[in-house]
């Protein structure tokens, strides 16, 4: 048994089962024995856009300088990276900044859960003097700009079961043999019409969207911003039962490596843009992320890097490929850009 198994058992056995967002939690966030506490995989466990090609975070940066234009260039301005694994996105996007002549332009901060992730972002992102006191501290102080690739997926979600005369949560409890199991709470919770379809037998609520709804409409109000998601998930519906998990580049179940496998859900996109337009931020999207790179001028820098670097021509054009490619990344993967009112609509939109 690994020791946050075991953890998880004796909170169960204390307290009884455990909402898969309570579960979820404590699986990625455990300061002793969670994933991002103590073991982040990118490269192992799974792999991100920004390590498969550098033109993903080049565009973004790009992106992201034609933003701070259309707000008006103000001075200073936040440029602010949540979940930054290794730092490869903001690398890349700081370089594409830096040659169209802007690399001095923003304030960078850097939002990090994991403290593993957070000690190789000081070293690879030390040149541009990032502020990694928690973006979420002071922002809307000044005007930003927030991206986050691949953060969304890990907010914990509440599951719902439909039953006959309601909805039951789903939760995380024991077996009889004491193993980790699936089981449903026993209180109905009424309907969820806003968050599910009429032929839908289960559903997943990301809370945290909520949260961020309302924390984006607080800076908003004291300072113009633009936050752009990158995630996968449906465009318009909710997802199902998408909880799962993934060790060494396998998928696995999302109770068998606790703690030793990064969980990830679906992002619900149709949720967070209703979450975001009842608050009064203006929604581009989602899209998909093939077209929006492609608008964004993916196949010219392709063809720019394969002419300065001829040599790697095969693996240049293959990590483009695989980042606008309906059959891989580009139709699974959506954009979102939630922003302050007023603004014009964003660029890849």
Known sequence: MTNLKAKLTALIEAGGPLPVTAY?????H???????????????????????????????????????QAMGAPQPVDLIEIGAGRGTMMDDMMRAIG??????????????ASPVYAAAQKTRLSPFH???????????????????NEWLDCL?????????????ERVVGLSDAGELTFGLATDQIGALSAEAGDDQASVEVQPALD???????????????RALFVDYGPADHAPGDTLRGFKDG????????????????????????????????DVAGPVEQGPFLLALGAEARMQALIKANPGRAEDIY???RRLVDPAELGSRFKVICLSSPGLPRPAGF
């Open 130 to 148: 990032p502020d990694f006191l928690g973006a979420f501290e002071t922002l809307g102080d000044r005007p930003f700009l927030l991206l986050a």
């Open 156 to 168: 914990p979600a509440r599951q719902f079961a439909r039953g006959k005369d309601g909805w039951l």
């Open 318 to 320: 293959e990590g483009v």
């Open 211 to 225: 949260t961020l709804c309302e924390t984006l409409e607080a800076a908003f109000a004291k300072a113009p911003g």
């Open 99 to 112: 040659q169209a002549g802007g690399g001095d332009r923003f304030a960078l901060s850097i939002s990090e």
């Open 24 to 28: 979820m939690n404590t699986c990625l």
């Open 30 to 68: 455990d300061p002793e024995f969670g994933y991002y506490a103590t073991r982040p995989g990118i490269g192992r466990d799974f792999i991100t856009a920004p390590e498969i090609s550098q033109v993903f975070g080049e565009l973004l940066g790009l992106w992201s300088l034609h933003e701070w």
């Open 250 to 281: 396998q998928q696995v179940g999302p109770l068998e490596m606790p703690g030793e496998s990064d969980l990830t859900v679906d992002v619900d996109f149709s949720r967070l843009a209703r979450l975001a337009q009842k608050r009064g931020l």
